[in-house]
């Protein structure tokens, strides 16, 4: 391929300490090194997107920048036998879209170790309604399996369930026959988190107890919790002897205050959800599940699709959490 190619992009630029954002073009040849290039067709919006959009160096370190953390393409030139030109394929995680051009442009360039071939039963668009929010929802679904969670133990609590981890969390749980009690803000998403599959829906003050005790009543068989603070630090209190809590976000706070107690009284379990470097082994397992039997039947109620030049606007919504489950970026038509 021609590598001044050009294609659009979304760049952001720091200019005089300010992050600016546009659509602009970028050359094949901009791309780092890498042993595939894929001509990205669908990326997905997440809220560290967001905050490599915004200039967060927490996340992205230098700038100009095409963000993007997921991307679900075609193979257009492979210099590794593993993956021939024309194969369907995804990338989520790793440093795609932090430090490396993401998926926010139309093509990007990465180590044949970060690629997955789309899986039979996904098709591009639904690997990009995963995105690695789907992916991280399904690896918390996993852990919480391997640590004794079956459809007996009892309701599992979704926080944040409006959110994109928690939405698909939400449908895949219900997939795969749980009884999920979904815990929101947002009291008018009562129907949307119904016709996912939740059983109980429940106020956020509900799960966010402020009274200062060790323990408190035993409620969740197991519990996905993406907003991390008080309300995670609830749930830990409030989960049963031997059963699991997932962590897998920060949208309410990084910082968890909480006792030993629910750990040496009630053998509580505080599972750790990494979905940026799970072995590929794993990586591949889940893929797998999200394709079969934990696809749910209602992918479509759970996304927005937007153009690249429509994206600007979505990346302000989900930092103001006003962004109802997924949105998905059609890129290369």
Not at 300 to 320: A, W
Request: hydrophobic share 40%.
């Amino acid at each position: 391929m021609n590598d001044s190619k050009k294609f659009k992009a979304m760049i952001v630029k720091e200019i005089d300490g300010k992050f600016i954002r546009e659509i602009g073009e970028k050359s094949i040849d901009e791309l780092p090194a890498g042993d595939v290039l894929i001509s990205v067709k669908y990326s997905s919006l997440n809220f560290k997107d967001a905050l490599s959009a915004t200039g967060n160096k927490g996340v992205t370190r230098k700038y100009p920048h095409t963000p993007g953390i997921d991307a679900a393409g075609i193979i257009e030139e492979s210099s590794v036998k593993e993956f021939q030109n024309g194969d369907e394929v995804v990338v989520t995680g790793f440093d795609l879209g932090m430090n490396t051009s993401g998926g926010f442009g139309g093509y990007i360039r990465v180590p044949k170790d970060w690629v997955v071939k789309l899986p039979k039963g996904l098709t591009p668009k639904e690997s990009m309604i995963y995105g690695t929010a789907g992916f991280t929802a399904g690896l918390a679904l996993d852990k919480l399996k391997l640590n004794g969670l079956t459809q007996s133990t009892g309701e599992v609590l979704v926080t944040g369930a409006t959110g994109g981890v928690g939405s698909l969390a939400v449908a895949i749980l219900s997939k795969a026959g749980y009884n999920v009690a979904a815990a929101t803000g947002k009291a008018e998403k009562e129907n949307f988190l119904k016709s996912l599959g939740a059983k109980t829906i429940l106020k956020r003050e509900e799960v966010d107890n402020s009274a200062n005790k060790a323990l408190l009543d035993t409620k969740w068989g197991g519990v996905i919790d993406t907003v991390g603070g008080n309300i995670l630090a609830t749930a830990i209190k409030s989960t049963k002897y031997n059963c699991g809590v997932a962590a897998c976000g920060l949208t309410q706070s990084p910082i968890l205050n909480s006792t030993v107690y629910p750990f040496i009284l009630r053998g509580v379990n505080l599972l750790g959800i990494d979905s940026a470097h799970c072995d590929m082994n794993l990586r591949l397992k889940i893929w797998n599940k999200l394709a079969n039997e934990w696809k749910p039947d209602n992918l479509d109620l759970i996304y927005q699709e937007c153009s690249l030049e429509e994206l600007n606007g979505k990346i302000d919504l989900i930092l103001q959490g006003k962004i109802t489950g997924r949105v998905v970026v059609k890129l290369n038509y």
